[in-house]
């Protein structure tokens, strides 16, 4: 499976990744490589939750929209 995770550097440059579409689906990292296996580690780590509580995985639906600025 893939999900789309969104990147950003807090103000000690530390980096954050959030899941957008497994709510709460949160992991951080001194460099970009290490957000990535982490975040990896924690989609891993909510999805055998999810499987181990027979919860269904959230479905969330994403569109990209144009707006002028």
């Known amino acids: 499976m893939q ?3 969104i990147i950003q550097q807090d103000e000690d440059r530390i980096y954050i990744a959030k899941c957008p579409s497994l709510p709460g689906c949160i992991s951080q990292g001194k460099t970009r ?3 990535l296996d982490n975040i990896k580690d924690a989609i891993s780590g909510y999805l055998a939750s999810l499987k181990k509580h027979n919860e269904p995985i959230p479905s969330i639906e994403e569109e990209l929209v144009e707006v002028s600025a």
């Open 33 to 35: 490589a290490e957000v």
């Open 3 to 5: 999900y789309r995770i």
